[in-house]
């Protein structure tokens, strides 16, 4: 009613700026997509709120960065001078000093054999974890270049600009060592052709969803990538498709991947139209990755000099991460090839369990029809079982006994599911007219009981206390109604026993 007043007397109501910016960071709808939207509904977009809303979460967004940092940083790191990052251009520095030793958070002068640690060198080839990429792997070398001092299983930075090795040491270090640091080249490698891809999939996903894709996280690592991204909706399998073939085609291009060091921030992102992360902390001077111009993005981590080296990007999963958050999986290079081939490997198997060769759409048809099949047979195998166990109902019917007046029927019973178990002894309690019946089943090496009492003794003797009963017996429990109550067992064995003794137990019931 109030909106409505408001438009009579000619005002355009106004949604906040700051409930737009919700909208938007929450659903990543285009800030376009909003506006068009209040407008069709009658509202103005309040630009001024908007804007203002999201430079106070940028700022929340690095002051929680800031002040994460300070309060996580261990005194060990705090005093130590910068590492100087020499991985861009080699994968291997020699003469690096260990400026500090850490076991268990706590500085050490040095670590022995077989000891797990942190070394902390001013110098270094290794790339530490940071923007999603994982750290290196490699050795650290003795002065000699060639004595191997320490496994290195990972690099962090604990503090900003200190190195901190994770190692396993093979031969004692002791700080104000020289050593060499040597990373492993094809675990380099493999991680940099996932983070180009990871590029090349961020433009892709742009190109075919929107441009209010933006990247949400990511993971990075010498086996495949992982790219989170806001987007409002599942992607299909038809645009997982279209991503694909584009990533590919720029991979087949072989375009050169350009890196420009050193660049101010307003050019990398005004002149050369960069792509900078939402609440990300950038200094005055940036790295931009530049692959052709089809891809340019702030970037520290490691790439491909050119877009062929990555071999091939295969998507592999797709799945939501929170509201407004998707997340794709890929492969690239030999981890691709070995997907690839893993799909070959069932379709062949496929292929030769249906017959012939076929493609994915006929793959489906058959297996579909197969499928129809081996259900229609299942029903007909059924109808058959419980066909097999009604013929019997006059013989089964007639070996009843008779407990205190009352006609007791037990049977065992084979390849029956509950449900037909259920069926058959319905059948028998009205042949029977009057009494309890109780069948029994193994399958696969556990026990079934139903137990079942006509109506006009239900006042006499109970079906659920007659189950509770007999439950214990095959090492289960069970329950049910006045008329009908079933049980489980995991004793087998104690079947036939059981069965056995029921007309005992319905005796000890009856009055």
């Known amino acids: ?112 054999p077989e000891e797990e640690g942190e070394v902390i060198l001013d110098a270094t080839a290794f790339y530490a974890d940071s923007g999603g990429q994982q750290g290196d792997i490699g050795l650290l070398y003795a002065s000699d270049h060639h004595t191997p001092l320490a496994e290195v299983r990972g690099v962090t ?70 790219f989170d991204f806001s987007h409002f909706t599942g992607v299909s399998e038809q645009e997982m498709q279209e991503i694909e073939d584009i990533v590919n085609r720029q991979v087949l291009a072989n375009a050169h991947v350009e890196t420009l060091v050193d660049v101010p921030i307003d050019v990398a992102v005004k002149e ?40 091939l990007i295969k998507l592999v999963g797709e799945s939501s991460v929170s509201s407004g958050v998707r997340r794709l999986e890929a492969l690239s290079g030999t981890g691709a090839l070995q997907e690839f081939r893993r799909d070959y490997d069932v379709t062949r198997v496929v292929n030769q369990l249906v017959g012939g060769s076929a493609n994915a759409d006929s793959l489906r048809l058959r297996l579909a029809a197969q499928d129809d099949e081996v259900k229609k047979l299942r029903r007909e195998l059924d109808q058959a079982r419980m066909k097999a166990a009604s013929s019997t109902v006059d013989e089964v019917a007639e070996s009843a006994v008779t407990v205190k007046g009352v006609k007791v029927l037990t049977q065992r019973v084979s390849g ?5 178990m259920r069926t058959l002894v319905d059948t028998l309690r009205t042949k029977l007219g009057s009494g309890v019946v109780v069948l029994g089943a193994e399958v696969e090496g556990k026990v079934s009981l139903i137990a079942a009492v006509t109506k006009d003794l239900t006042g006499t003797i109970q079906a659920g206390k007659l189950i509770g009963l007999l439950a214990p017996m095959v090492g289960g429990k069970g329950g049910g109604r006045p008329d009908l109550a079933e049980a489980g067992g995991s004793d087998a064995a104690a079947l036939t026993p059981t069965l056995a003794r029921a007309a005992e137990v319905v005796g000890t019931l009856l009055p």
């Not at 430079?55 to 940083?73: D, F, L, M, T, Y």
């Not at 029956?416 to 037909?420: A, R, T």
Request: glycine share 12%; proline share 3%; net charge negative.
């Open 416 to 420: 029956l599911d509950k449900g037909q």
């Open 157 to 226: 930075k604990p503090v900003q600009g200190v190195f901190a090795h994770k190692v396993l040491v093979l031969q004692a270090i002791a700080v104000g060592d020289e050593v060499d640091t040597a990373v492993n080249h094809e675990n380099r490698a493999a991680t940099e052709r996932n983070h180009t891809g990871t590029h090349l999939l961020h433009a892709a996903l742009r190109e075919v969803l929107g441009k209010h894709v933006k990247q949400a996280g990511s993971l990075v690592n010498q086996n495949r990538l992982r």
């Open 272 to 311: 050369l139209g960069a792509m900078a992360l939402f609440g990300e902390k950038y200094g005055e001077r940036v790295r931009v990755v530049r692959i052709g111009d089809f891809s340019t993005e702030l970037c520290g981590g490691t790439h491909t000099r050119a877009t062929g080296e990555i071999g």
């Open 1 to 112: 009613m109030e909106l409505e007043n408001l438009r009579r007397r000619g005002i355009t109501p106004i949604l906040p700026g700051d409930a737009c910016f919700r909208i938007f960071e929450t659903f990543g709808l285009p800030k376009d997509f909003i506006e068009e939207a209040l407008h069709d509904d009658g509202f103005d977009f309040d630009e001024a709120g908007f804007e203002r809303a999201k430079e106070e979460e940028q700022q929340r967004a690095r002051a929680s960065w800031k002040g994460g940092s300070q309060k996580s940083a261990n005194p060990v790191y705090s005093e130590l001078p910068k590492t100087e990052f020499e991985g861009y251009s080699a994968l291997r520095v020699d003469g690096a000093r260990v400026l500090a030793l850490v076991k268990d958070g706590v500085g050490v002068p040095s670590l022995q």
